[in-house]
């Protein structure tokens, strides 16, 4: 079965700062892995995704991911946070075989304090 | 752009009632999805459908069913409103085919449902 672990409900971090959101997976095969984020009063909106290729991917607002397969760990980075990047971020993943859905993690709550 | 609509933001009803909640996307995608998200537990799949007058259960299909007669339309139903279905309701799109383009899914605004 695929599952998804967001280890932190909530991060805190300074403007200016670099900030990490944890995610870790378990999945059958190959992973596809995706971040989303959730502005208040929004709908899910897409920031990257690992398919397959460098482990290192670019998405949008200046965020990237790091795809760890010893680690099984998909974890959410940007240099310099900023006050408008908090928000609702959820970690995705299905695997690479058949057609079965994404499965979200229980999301973590970024606050970006100036 | 991708644009997923939801009927209605907002929604009350009462207790037994049944209740649609209608999705619309405009890219053609062959996949729609119908989560619940509530605070500590994320995003939860229902339904979801592959194709037209196709569905598939999600993970709490229990007191939901789901319609899609058209391609670009996706309803979910509650046939009786009860109170422990009072929650956000995210519609979501995706194409298929590619491994690199499917899976990007494109999110609905949300419907925010009580049930009083």
């Known amino acids: 079965a695929q599952s998804v672990a967001q280890p932190e409900d909530q991060v805190n971090v300074a403007e200016g700062n670099p900030l990490t959101v944890k995610c870790t997976y378990s999945?059958?095969?190959?992973?596809?892995l995706f971040w989303y984020v959730q502005y208040p009063n929004r709908g899910l909106q897409f920031l990257l995704k690992?398919?397959?290729?460098?482990?290192l991917v670019k998405g949008s607002y200046g965020f990237e991911a790091e795809f760890n397969k010893s680690q099984t760990s998909f974890h959410l980075k940007k240099p310099s946070a900023l006050v408008s990047d908090s928000a609702l971020y959820f970690c995705a993943v299905r695997g690479n075989s058949g057609n079965t859905p994404l499965v979200f993690g229980k999301g973590t709550r970024l606050s970006v304090i100036a | 752009d991708v644009k997923v609509t939801q009927s209605s933001r907002y929604l009350v009803k009462r207790t037994g009632e049944k209740v649609f909640l209608e999705c619309v996307q405009d890219m053609d995608h062959e996949n729609m999805f119908w989560y619940r998200q509530d605070p500590g537990l994320g995003l939860r799949l229902i339904y979801f459908s592959y194709d037209v007058k196709m569905k598939e259960k999600g993970d709490i299909p229990e007191g939901y069913s789901v319609s899609r007669e058209k391609k670009e339309r996706f309803s979910l139903i509650l046939e009786s409103a009860s109170t422990n279905q009072t929650s956000m309701y995210l519609c979501?799109?995706?194409?298929?085919?590619?491994?690199?383009?499917?899976?990007?899914?494109?999110f609905g605004p949300g419907t925010r449902l009580t049930v009083l």
């Open positions: 690992y398919i397959t290729g460098d482990n």
């Open positions: 999945v059958s095969g190959n992973p596809y």
């Open positions: 979501a799109s995706a194409e298929a085919g590619l491994a690199e383009s499917t899976d990007t899914q494109y």
